[in-house]
């Protein structure tokens, strides 16, 4: 099993950034992905950004493209979430997601369906 771990939630004024990360523990070796996904009142939860280990490749939803970052420590068994320019639209709970299987080269899972482990969430308030 892997266990996930998400922090750097928080309220930021439109126009601010927030770094999200998200820290793995337990058979990481048997990972070959991240995701996140996020979730607003109301909605359904949504796929925000994937990165592949092998080879290293990212996709992201078209609504976060140059203002989403998403990267891996991999000292630390971490991804991160660079997010700049934040919009009140991006408000939502935040969830990363892992990936135990392997895929197509160059495929990037982007369906929930696609992750198997998942954290718990953290917030993120974009106040206009």
């Known amino acids: 099993q892997v266990q996930l771990l998400e922090s750097g939630g928080g309220l930021v004024q439109a126009g601010g950034s927030l770094r999200l990360s998200c820290a793995a523990s337990?058979?990481?070796?048997?990972?070959?992905?991240m995701g996140w996904f996020r979730q607003a009142p109301g909605k359904e939860r949504e796929f925000v950004a994937a990165?592949?280990?092998?080879?290293?490749?990212?996709t992201y939803r078209d609504s976060v493209k140059g203002r989403f970052t998403i990267s891996r420590d991999n000292g630390k068994n971490t991804v991160l979430l660079q997010m700049n320019s934040l919009k009140p639209e991006d408000t939502a709970v935040y969830y990363c997601?892992?990936?135990?299987?392997?895929?197509?080269?160059?495929?990037?899972?982007?369906?929930?369906?696609?992750?198997?482990?998942w954290g718990q969430g953290t917030q993120v308030t974009v106040s206009s």
């Open positions: 997601a892992v990936d135990i299987y392997r895929r197509p080269e160059m495929a990037i899972p982007t369906t929930i369906s696609d992750y198997t482990y």
């Open positions: 337990g058979r990481t070796d048997s990972t070959y992905g």
């Open positions: 990165l592949r280990w092998m080879p290293s490749r990212t």
